[in-house]
Nanobody, 124 residues
């Protein structure tokens, strides 16, 4: 199983980026995105069940970020609009085998597989 994230870069505040993550090897129960800002712990960003449904978002990104998956090629996406300097971080995609609900999705222990991270830098 491999998760390969891409799409990070430098963007001005108010701009947009779309992160991608190719998930190869199998299907999963849950997929998500986390991020780690400099000097901070890794935190939850967004997640959803593999088969779809109501996504879960961190309050800090709700209304600006959208998580979705392309069924055709098992690519996971995080569409980020209205970026702010405080969104600057390394973003990680993750996938887990176990089923989940919106209550458990933010828990990092739910996820068995992690991508290598892609850096997003938002300038003011």
């Amino acid at each position: 199983v491999q998760l390969q994230a891409s799409g990070g870069g430098l963007v001005q505040a108010g701009g947009s980026l779309r992160l991608s993550c190719v998930a190869s090897g199998r299907t999963f129960g849950t997929y998500g995105w986390f991020r780690q800002a400099p000097g901070k712990e890794r935190e939850f960003v967004a997640a959803n069940k593999w088969r779809g449904g109501s996504a879960k978002y961190a309050d800090s990104v709700k209304g600006r970020f959208t998580i979705f998956r392309d069924n055709r090629d098992n690519t996971l996406y995080l569409q980020m609009n209205g970026l702010k300097p405080e969104d600057t971080a390394i973003y990680y995609c993750a996938a887990g085998s176990r089923p989940s609900n919106t209550g458990s999705m933010p828990r990092q222990e739910l996820y068995d597989y992690w991508g290598q991270g892609t850096l997003v830098t938002v300038s003011s």
